[in-house]
């Protein structure tokens, strides 16, 4: 069994267990609600990949380089939603949607449920 001292969480005496069982609470009621919303924005991501797809398209292929131009030569009617015009929307987009997913791979092994856990349960 791991020193559960090292994964901070100290042992305590008989009367500080109450306090040690409100803290695991509060933790597992934050993780809770973040995995909650995480789930949900995964889903949504996982179904906007196409629209990643074609944004990078749009700007490897040189197309919005095209595009942009045009409207800096105001060949774009105003009644046009330009926002993917901006010179750093699509580009900050993209290196967020970056950043986000290298922050998961960074998590990956420390939030993978413990392979022992379930025979630590039925030995309990």
Excluded: H
């Excluded at 919005?64 to 105001?74: G, N, S, T, V, Y």
């Excluded at 699509?90 to 949607?97: K, R, V």
């Excluded at 950043?99 to 025979?119: C, G, H, I, N």
Aim: hydrophobic content about 35%; glycine content about 4%; charged content about 35%.
């Amino acid at each position: 069994m791991p020193d559960i001292s090292q994964q901070g969480i100290a042992p305590v005496a008989k009367e500080g267990r109450n306090e040690r069982v409100n803290q695991m609470s509060e933790a597992l009621r934050r993780l809770s609600k973040v995995a909650a919303s995480l789930a949900d924005g995964a889903e949504e991501l996982k179904s906007l990949a196409p629209d990643v797809d074609r944004l990078k398209d749009y700007i490897s292929s040189g197309l919005w380089l095209k595009d942009f131009e045009a409207d800096e030569r105001r060949e774009i009617g105003p009644e046009v939603d330009r926002s993917v015009l901006s010179e750093d929307g699509l580009y900050n987009l993209m290196e967020d949607l970056d950043d986000l997913m290298r922050t998961f791979e960074a998590l990956q092994d420390r939030f993978f449920a413990d392979p022992d856990l379930e025979s630590k349960q039925q030995e309990d």
